[in-house]
């Protein structure tokens, strides 16, 4: 049998290593060995029994067939619906996207943008994943330092001296996975100043948005003044401990959100029907007026 050719992009990219060690975790632990695992970021406990019981009714009542590619219209609009009451952000339902996982909108949204001799700005330190969106999109990824003092936001004279005009992107991570850091309001405002001057697409993955503990969390788009171009990014994941059951979602601009779905129809079709109907229901339930996430999960004792 002859050897196999790979595509270029394989020798680009690097495999995820964050699995990699979820893995090795997974293996030492099966040999009895005593080990935490600092790999992947997700709330150590289970997925709350409402969000649960919701999955095993959406299976007696018929949803495992294929949904629309972009997502379920009654999970579109819980979203939209929770966008507005805790985000305060506006969006029509062909505005927003649902994907496998934040992870497949971070992903799509990079191939729906960047093309080869772009460059997109990323700050270190950095979820591994990051850069290798950019390179799957033929993109080249920019490596902008952060200050460890000031919650690693930008180091802006690192920044500004790497400025040219093959820069189309520029992805914050806020609240920050791996640092935990929370980026101020001031920080926001300049880089978006800087993505307005100089006309960057900003991707915000916000899917630690719940896990925000000494401040109310701000969204990237509540401070977007002057109408750049912003693609907020959310998941279930963190926010509903529902990390296997791969479910995210994205907001933005409606001719985004479509090139973003025609990728994604080529790719898995559709999300999971079983954990989009699931993650409907996570969105309605309330506990004394709130509704029931990690973040109060975690604070009045009930994980």
């Known amino acids: 049998m ?6 270029s992009l394989i020798g680009k990219i690097n495999p ?8 090795k975790a997974a293996s030492l632990r099966a040999q009895g060995v005593d080990i935490i695992n600092f790999g992947v970021g997700e709330p150590d406990f289970n997925t709350p029994n409402h969000i649960i019981e919701a999955g095993k009714q959406a299976m ?4 495992t067939k294929y949904t629309p590619g972009s997502g379920m219209i009654d999970l579109k609009k819980a979203l939209q619906h929770k966008l507005k009451e805790q985000n305060n952000l506006e969006y029509t339902t062909e505005q927003i996207i649902v994907s496998n996982g934040a992870k497949q909108c971070l992903s799509v949204a990079c191939q729906a943008l960047f093309d080869k001799g772009d460059k997109v700005l990323v700050f270190t330190p950095y979820w591994v994943s ?11 990824p920019v490596f902008v330092n952060t200050i460890s003092d000031k919650q690693y936001e930008p180091d802006f004279d690192d920044l500004e001296s790497k400025i040219d ?4 992107g520029v992805i914050i991570n806020s609240p920050s996975n791996p640092t935990g850091g929370v980026w101020s309001n001031e920080a926001i405002l300049r880089l978006l100043d800087l993505a307005h001057t ?4 900003v991707i915000s993955d916000e899917t630690y948005e719940q896990l925000v503990y000494d401040r109310d969390f701000t969204c990237i788009e509540n401070l977007n003044k002057n109408n750049v171009n912003v693609l907020t990014v959310m998941s279930m994941s963190k926010t509903y401990a529902m990390t296997g059951w791969r479910m995210g979602y994205a907001a933005g601009d409606k001719n985004l959100i479509k090139a973003m779905t025609k990728i994604q129809g080529q790719t898995t079709s559709c999300p999971n029907a079983i954990s989009q109907r699931a993650s409907r229901h996570g969105q309605w339930v309330t506990v004394d007026g709130n509704v029931l996430n990690c973040r109060n999960l ?3 004792g009930r994980a």
């Open 130 to 140: 990051f850069p290798e969106f950019v390179k799957i999109a033929g993109a080249t």
């Open 198 to 201: 100089n006309n960057w697409f």
């Open 60 to 63: 007696d009542d018929g949803f």
């Open 298 to 300: 975690l604070s009045d």
């Open 165 to 168: 005009l093959n820069i189309k």
């Open 16 to 23: 995820s290593f964050t699995l990699e060690m979820t893995a």
């Open 2 to 7: 002859s050897s196999i050719l790979f595509s």
